[in-house]
Nanobody, 127 residues
Framework: QVQLVESGGGLVQPGGSLRLSCAAA????????MAWFRQVPGKVREAVSY????????NYADSVKGRFTISRDNAKNTVYLQMNSLKPEDTAVYFC????????????????????WGQGTQVTVSS
């Protein structure tokens, strides 16, 4: 049984930082590309970032480019999202996801590309 478990969310002031983690179990982690998505109630889930199975390639949504960094530790079966210079508009539930696929950004930014999802962790940016 595949499990993805996010952690690290919370309340942070604008300009602050958070580091999200997603621990994976039940899959050969180093064979799967990973991604972070986020969703605000009433809005469409949006892709934030994705990373290749070996960590050599990654991409970011324009809204977070230069502020967020995705990374992974295949020895620990964990993917991370370092979020700096947080803004109120970054407030959302953040989900990690896993896919056996790899392709163009147009594919990797689609949520239906992903096979497994975590339960999400809330990030709130507010003063």
């Amino acid at each position: 049984q595949v499990q993805l478990v996010e952690s690290g969310g919370g309340l942070v002031q604008p300009g602050g930082s958070l580091r999200l983690s997603c621990a994976a179990a039940g899959l050969s982690f180093d064979s799967w590309a990973m991604a972070w998505f986020r969703q605000v109630p009433g809005k469409v889930r949006e892709a934030v970032s994705y990373i290749s199975s070996n960590g050599d390639s990654s991409n970011y949504a324009d809204s977070v480019k230069g502020r967020f960094t995705i990374s992974r530790d295949n020895a620990k079966n964990t993917v991370y999202l370092q979020m700096n210079s947080l803004k109120p508009e970054d407030t959302a539930v953040y989900f990690c996801a896993a896919t056996f696929s790899w392709g163009f950004p147009g594919t990797m930014f689609r949520d239906d590309t992903y096979h497994y999802w975590g339960q999400g962790t809330q990030v709130t940016v507010s003063s």
